[in-house]
């Protein structure tokens, strides 16, 4: 093979040789298609005659040369018996080609083998036999086919030859998507398919319990891009529709990393690693422990859908052998799903990737309590409410501890509490079931309950209220499942698909001692 004769050129990723030829290229012979009538309906209401003329006269009234003449107008607004009406139809010369673009723009909306019939149905008429037909409409699908596909291949190699230096943002046009419509496009845009071929340095900005972009989705086409790309994430623990403050924070020094002239790149992304020894489980943190001013791991188990989990947070501090490392006694609940995060001394902070552990049990539903929060385990068990869109992206959102009657110490957010304890698969609920809890208020509280139903992807809520009054004590509130009912007045019915609880109020409340009994 002569290999200096070659062409070569690059796609991106790979050079690609062309073995040069003696043979003298044979010109393409393009036979032009045959042009064929087509016949089109063209029948009209005689009110139309009416319109066109009035039209007509308006345009024309100031010449009186070009006058449209009256009789021939008043002849059009006579109405002939409806036996005598007949469809008038035109014809027009086009090739089959064209005929076949036009009715695929008509019906691109429908199903692939509707929009193939109503195609086949209109064109069969033009062909000797339906066979003749069927052949060409399947062969005319396949050219739109191999032209996708084409094109494709021709964005990704004009991407890969691209040195990026700057980013970008995607917007919608309003008269063609609203922001639900354009979410579910951007999700489903296979990312999976490219991400081998990035070269640039990735930031990757999530929250947790999303419902418009899988979280796990999301970590396995990361996972895919080279390991000689930097790649950073920070995920909003908690959050749903927003990203915390903080994620602000790492966008600029992540920017004044890789775009500012003067910078040095200092940012190193934590690794979280674990062993196992039946179901205890060590979870150990490679970081820069010099920078480090704060690491946490975060733990979920026994929820596969990323959007409900419970993250239980755990604080670490160096061990004897100068490591961030956890050991946790895992229940066995189907899987447990874990990563760090790590605040440096420099204002970056940073998540290690999501690490998964899988256990073939089956789940024994107890029902027995089930304790969903107690002020005595922190945290654990509560978030806030982020469930509402708003224009804004980042947002500052935080429960807290707060002291009530007694000294005994409860949790407060001025968004309201969220739990997705719910969601556990050894959690029961039936319809005698109730939730008990325990509630510190200082002033009048209308106080709301929401209980959230995942049905196929749908998110139904029942609403509860209960009136409180100022008190300098706990009070013990007992409220059944049967009591929460949706907007039109309907009861929970499927048990098995509530995921969460939500308790939120304009005035100040503090909870303690949630269980479901």
């Known amino acids: 093979m002569p290999y200096q004769k070659c062409k070569i050129y690059n796609d991106g990723s790979h050079f690609i040789a062309i073995p040069h030829t003696t043979r003298?290229?044979?010109?393409?012979?393009?036979?032009?298609?045959?042009?064929i009538e087509v016949v089109e309906d063209t029948s009209q209401q005689p009110q139309l005659n009416v319109d066109k003329c009035n039209a007509e006269t308006a345009l024309t009234a100031p010449n009186d040369a070009n006058e449209v003449d009256s009789e021939e107008c008043s002849k059009a607004t006579?109405?002939?018996?409806?036996?005598?009406?007949?469809k008038p139809t035109t014809t027009r010369k086009i090739t089959r080609r064209q005929l076949f673009d036009e009715l695929y723009e008509e019906c691109k909306s429908l199903k692939k083998r509707e929009r193939k019939k109503y195609i086949y149905d209109r064109m069969k008429q033009y062909f000797a036999n339906a066979e003749a037909a069927k052949q060409y409409v399947d062969g005319q699908f396949d050219r739109l086919k191999r032209n996708a596909i084409a094109k494709r291949v021709r964005l990704v190699r004009k991407v890969n030859l691209q040195t990026f230096n700057y980013f970008c943002t995607f917007t919608y046009d309003g008269k063609k998507h609203s922001e639900e419509s354009f979410r579910k496009y951007v999700a489903a845009v296979d990312a999976h398919a490219y991400a081998p071929y990035v070269k640039?340095?990735?930031?990757?900005?999530?929250?947790?319990?999303s419902k418009f972009f899988d979280f796990d989705r999301a970590g396995d086409t990361l996972s895919r891009i080279r390991k000689t790309v930097p790649c950073y994430y920070n995920y909003s623990v908690g959050y749903d529709v927003h990203l915390d403050l903080q994620s602000k924070n790492d966008i600029i020094a992540f920017l004044s990393a890789y775009m500012s002239d003067n910078s040095v790149n200092t940012i190193t992304s934590p690794e979280l690693a674990f062993t196992e020894n039946g179901n205890k489980l060590k979870f150990t943190v490679d970081c820069d422990i010099q920078k480090a001013t704060s690491v946490k791991i975060y733990i979920s188990e026994g929820i596969m859908n990323a959007a409900y989990r419970n993250w239980k947070r755990y604080d670490i501090t160096k061990n004897e052998n100068g490591e961030y490392a956890l050991e946790y006694l895992s229940d066995g609940k189907l899987a447990v799903f874990a990563f760090c995060v790590v605040d440096?001394?420099?204002?970056?902070?940073?998540?290690?990737k999501e690490v998964l552990k899988r256990?073939?049990?089956?789940?024994d539903k107890h029902t027995t309590s089930k304790l969903i929060y107690s002020g005595k385990r922190g945290l654990n068990g509560l978030t806030f409410i982020d469930d509402e869109p708003t224009s804004i992206v980042f947002e500052d959102k935080y429960v807290e501890e707060v002291e009530g009657a007694d000294n005994i110490i409860g949790a407060y957010s001025k968004y309201g509490l969220k739990s997705y304890k719910f969601s556990e698969p050894d959690v029961s609920i039936g319809d005698a079931?109730?939730?008990k809890f325990d509630i510190f208020v200082k002033e009048y509280c209308p106080l709301t309950l929401t209980l959230y139903e995942n049905a196929e992807g749908e998110v139904k809520k029942y609403h509860y209220?209960?009136?409180?009054?100022?008190?300098?004590i706990w009070q013990n509130i007992l409220v059944k499942i049967s009591d929460f009912k949706s907007d039109t007045g309907i009861v929970v019915k499927n048990f098995d698909?509530?995921?969460?609880?939500?308790?939120?109020s304009d005035a100040k409340f503090i909870i303690n001692n949630v269980l479901i009994i």
């Open 200 to 209: 640039c340095p990735v930031l990757y900005l999530t929250s947790t319990n």
């Open 359 to 363: 256990y073939d049990t089956q789940i």
């Open 465 to 472: 209220i209960v009136e409180l009054k100022s008190e300098n």
């Open 433 to 435: 079931s109730m939730i």
């Open 344 to 352: 440096y001394s420099d204002g970056i902070t940073l998540s290690s």
């Open 497 to 504: 698909k509530l995921v969460a609880l939500s308790v939120n």
């Open 24 to 35: 003298p290229a044979v010109p393409k012979r393009y036979h032009p298609e045959e042009v």
């Open 78 to 86: 006579v109405s002939p018996p409806t036996d005598e009406i007949s």
